[in-house]
């Protein structure tokens, strides 16, 4: 029953978000704000995350196929369709998930237990409005930018540790990434991104918008977003890959 609970709060989250999404002047600033905090400060991590995804992807690939039964730059192409299908869009969610996730349901958490949500609401705020909407469009908007980095040094981070390891030169890994690149595997994964950006904040949202019980509250409400998270973006990786491919 808690789990149904949970559910109907969180539709109705949804649903007045979605209701009130036209009111822009009202949660225009949060919105550029939240740019900056989801999407600016988040490039220096989702480029390390991209670059040492492609590096252990390159040495991983290389150590299962150390045979002459095939061409070396089949390395390239196996690491460049990997990290633009799969695990620049996976792995980057994950950890945006612990970054950007557990800020969003600390602060939502702090300002409902400290009662400043009901302190705006008291002043004629919509609280969904001026807290949610910003948080959550930043996530659509914010998380595909961000899978575009980390795609970009992952596959810079597999040309550098492969020239670097002397496993294959990097005009050789390139052939490789170019001759197998699909278009479609990009579109693909920038649909992902934007999906995990949704289902990141909105979570993260919702456990912050309805914390309870104080300081300990807060924490648990964090640990639960954070959770929750990378679990529905696992989830939603595999229906989006069963429905779309």
């Given at each position: ?12 989250l949804l ?141 810079l981070g ?14 050789e890994f ?72």
């Amino acid at each position: 029953m808690e789990a149904i609970k949970q559910f109907g709060q969180y539709s109705l989250l949804l649903f007045q978000a979605l209701r009130s999404i036209t009111e822009f002047s009202t949660y225009r600033k949060n919105l550029f704000s939240e740019f900056i905090k989801i999407g600016y400060e988040s490039i220096p991590i989702m480029l390390l995350t991209g670059f040492f995804t492609g590096a252990v992807l390159t040495l991983q690939t290389a150590y299962q196929l150390d045979t002459d039964l095939f061409p070396k730059t089949i390395v390239g192409s196996i690491v460049a369709q990997s990290i633009v299908i799969e695990l620049a869009a996976v792995i980057g969610a994950l950890v945006l998930a612990g970054k950007v996730g557990a800020r969003i349901s600390t602060e939502l958490g702090t300002m409902r237990v400290s009662e400043q949500i009901d302190a705006l609401e008291s002043m004629g705020f919509n609280s969904v409005t001026f807290l949610v909407i910003p948080r959550v469009l930043s996530g659509i908007f914010m998380f595909p930018v961000l899978y575009v980095f980390a795609a970009v040094t992952g596959v810079l981070g597999g040309v550098i540790i492969g020239a670097v390891d002397g496993i294959l030169p990097s005009a050789e890994f390139m052939i490789g990434a170019r001759s197998f690149f699909n278009p479609e595997a990009a579109v693909f994964g920038i649909l992902k991104s934007l999906v995990f950006g949704f289902v990141i904040t909105s979570i993260s949202c919702f456990k912050g918008y309805f914390a309870f019980g104080g300081a300990e509250g807060v924490g648990n409400a964090t640990t639960q977003a954070t959770v929750l998270s990378c679990m529905y973006v696992i989830l939603a990786d595999f229906v989006l890959a069963a429905i779309l491919l």
